[in-house]
């Protein structure tokens, strides 16, 4: 359950990003967050995570959406870039282990869809 | 209400990469090496510090900073080496923090040694994900577990600089089969040096030993 861990700095910075809002009563509706698949995060599980940190905060009844990014290498040897399937860390083009993993390690927070009062 | 989007691409583990800075920071400055042990509970991690610390200890200066969920008993097992030993209890964690990792490295003697072993809480998942600032994670996995592990953990597989199959000598009696497990390794992680060991019998301490000595700080 690292995602609880994970969880609670995702937590902390959108607490900190709210705050340095100019904007009056500003209420967070639904933030965006970017996981690489290496993480093995699962999502249910930071969600879950997410309900259980938020409750009785501000942020209580907003959103979590998780966009999963797919692990991709590129090969050392050959150049070829592509898209790592079921752990199997060979290229695909020359069957070389000598990889360079370019996406897949993503974790952060894209942005936060909040509503404000007018002045 | 008024309604908008903002854009922050804010990285989740900020806070936690900037004391695991701080630390790679303070052990280049003292020309110190830090290990980070990875491993199941009962994977076999103390048993190898165990045997490896009095052998590494005639040669340089070692320290070990234990970390576990509850007790001191790991640290008690290593107190008889005559060499620091901390013991982090992390209540309920399931794995040491950056922030935790710095205050006992800076609690150590840093003049007086030249490595750190810090043993991780027993987990394969989270101390992969959490950097606590050392030099080289070890991924440590025994023969009494399944040989697919390095599939279902690949991100300690690809993270480790090097991985430790422990418990070698009880290969005779269990169906582990040890050729399959060194091809999923090299499946996930082809670079990745493997060292067979055995607590118990003494063997594969040398060339762990060795390869630990020529690592040099980041």
């Given at each position: 359950m690292h995602e609880f861990g994970i969880c609670q700095n995702i937590v902390n910075i959108a607490r900190e990003e709210l705050n340095k809002?100019?904007?009056?009563?500003v209420h967070l509706i639904k933030m965006r967050v970017v996981v690489g698949?290496?993480?093995?995060?699962v999502n249910e599980n930071l969600k879950m995570a997410y309900g259980i940190l938020t409750?009785?905060?501000?942020?209580?009844d907003s959103e979590l959406e998780i966009i999963s990014e797919p692990v991709v290498a590129e090969c050392k040897e050959c150049g070829y870039r592509n898209q790592v399937k079921?752990?199997?860390?060979?290229?695909?083009?020359?069957?070389?282990?000598?990889l360079e993993i370019i996406k897949g390690k993503e974790l952060y927070i894209e942005n936060l869809e909040v509503e404000y009062e007018e002045d | 209400m008024k309604k908008t989007e903002i854009k922050i691409y804010k990285e989740i583990l900020k806070a936690e990469g900037e004391w695991a800075a701080k630390t790679r920071e303070c052990l280049k400055n003292h020309n110190i090496v830090m290990l980070n042990l990875i491993g199941s509970?009962?994977?076999?991690k103390t048993a190898l510090l165990e045997v490896l610390l009095p052998r590494m200890a005639q040669r340089v200066r070692c320290a070990v900073l234990e970390g576990d969920v509850e007790t001191a008993r790991d640290a008690e097992r290593l107190g008889h080496l005559g060499i620091p030993v901390s013991q982090i209890i992390?209540?309920?964690?399931?794995h040491l923090n950056a922030q935790i990792v710095n205050k006992a490295v800076l609690e150590l003697p840093l003049d007086k040694l030249d490595l750190v072993f810090v043993e991780n809480v027993?987990?394969?998942?989270c101390p992969t994900e959490f950097?606590?600032?050392?030099?080289s994670k070890l991924a440590v996995l025994s023969v009494?577990?399944?040989?697919?592990k390095p599939l279902k953990y690949p991100f300690l597989f690809r993270e480790a600089r090097a991985a430790v199959l422990t418990k070698i000598d009880l290969l005779p009696y269990l169906p582990f089969e040890r050729a399959k497990c060194l091809d999923y390794i090299a499946q996930v992680n082809s670079e990745l040096p493997v060292f067979e060991i055995s607590a118990l019998a003494s063997q594969g301490l040398t060339a762990l030993a060795d390869w630990i000595y020529v690592l040099e700080t980041e």
């Open positions: 809002l100019p904007q009056k009563n698949k290496l993480h093995a995060i409750r009785d905060t501000k942020l209580h079921g752990n199997f860390f060979v290229c695909g083009q020359c069957e070389s282990g000598m | 509970p009962g994977c076999g992390t209540q309920g964690t399931c027993g987990n394969l998942i950097d606590i600032g050392e030099t009494t577990e399944g040989e697919d």
